[in-house]
């Protein structure tokens, strides 16, 4: 058995120590030199990189997964902010278009007041108009209560649309000039032309054209495209020169004994909002 020698033990751990104090000095000595590190050093500094990199890598996909989802959260609730601002957008949008639109028919019939001194006159809000009866009748809110009586002539914006057919307290219903009911009351017309005035009587609509027919023509003056119509006020039921609309054509009637004067009304049978209730002539009693 060999005998443990302790001097040869520290030999062996000092010159050890003496390699691992060279590798250190010269690897220092390196790096003040050219700031390169040596294969060794470069070997461990990439392990360390790559095992951080590893341990990282979960900490940095969880961290952007949060991201994105509070990403995607923020972009949704914008989303649905925008959406509500475009839909209220919509809404006033339109709510706009109806006030102009609203705007232009109270112009509308303004200026057809201002060319009605002669007459007086209330201003009615139609309130109901029934698709069934569209082309017929209407209901405005005046009635007997504003002086509103029954064959009182109504206008609209620039023309004639009918006449009061009945009256309640408050409301009153108007029917058209568009009706093709044979019994009601027909305005008596006046064609105005270069050579003088025509007598007729209105009667008759022409759905397709969209056109008033008067028939019943008196006299022998030629009637031409673009002459005026207006109320005559023979029969004492309407006023007289309410504006009616302008002459488009004229044609035989079905035997040939008559003429039928084709009339673009001045005021749109369609879209009716406000009314005009002609009551009298000015200064007139009842």
């Known amino acids: 058995m060999r005998k443990f020698n302790p001097n040869k033990n520290l030999i062996i751990i000092l010159i050890v120590a003496i390699i691992v104090v060279a590798t250190v000095s010269i690897t220092a000595a390196n790096r003040a030199r050219d700031s390169k590190t040596n294969f060794i050093q470069s070997a461990v500094n990439d392990s360390i990189s790559v095992v951080d990199k590893v341990i990282a890598a979960p900490g940095r ?13 923020n972009t949704y609730e914008e989303n649905q902010k925008l959406k509500n601002e ?13 006030q102009a639109q609203e705007i232009e028919r109270l112009k509308d019939e303004l200026e057809l007041n201002q060319t009605l001194t002669s007459y007086e006159k209330v201003t ?9 009866t569209w082309q017929d009748m209407l209901i405005v809110d005046k009635g007997s209560s504003d002086g509103v009586e029954g064959n009182m002539a109504v ?19 108007i029917q058209l000039l568009t009706s093709d009911n044979k019994s009601s009351n ?8 270069d050579k003088g005035n025509s007598f007729g009587v209105l009667n008759k609509y022409d759905v397709k054209a969209q056109q008033l027919i008067a028939t019943e023509i008196t006299g022998n003056q030629d ?21 009616i609309g302008t002459v488009v054509k004229v044609k035989p009637d079905s035997y040939g004994l008559n003429r039928e004067v084709y009339i673009k009304p001045y005021a749109q049978m369609y879209d009716i909002s406000v009314v005009t209730i002609i009551q009298r002539m000015a200064g007139s009693t009842e």
Request: aromatic share 4%; proline share 4%; charged share 20%.
């Open 86 to 98: 475009v839909d209220q957008y919509d809404e006033v949008k339109q709510q706009t278009k109806n």
């Open 124 to 132: 009615a809000n139609v309130i109901t108009r029934s698709p069934d």
């Open 61 to 73: 996909w969880l961290s952007n997964g949060v991201q994105s989802v509070s990403d995607l959260m």
């Open 186 to 193: 027909h305005f008596p017309v006046k064609i105005s032309s």
């Open 223 to 243: 009637i031409k495209e673009g002459d005026v119509v207006q109320t005559s006020g023979l029969g004492g039921n309407s006023p007289a020169d309410l504006a």
């Open 155 to 173: 206008m609209s914006k620039k023309g004639l649309i009918g006449r009061v057919m009945e009256v309640n307290a408050h409301s009153s219903k």
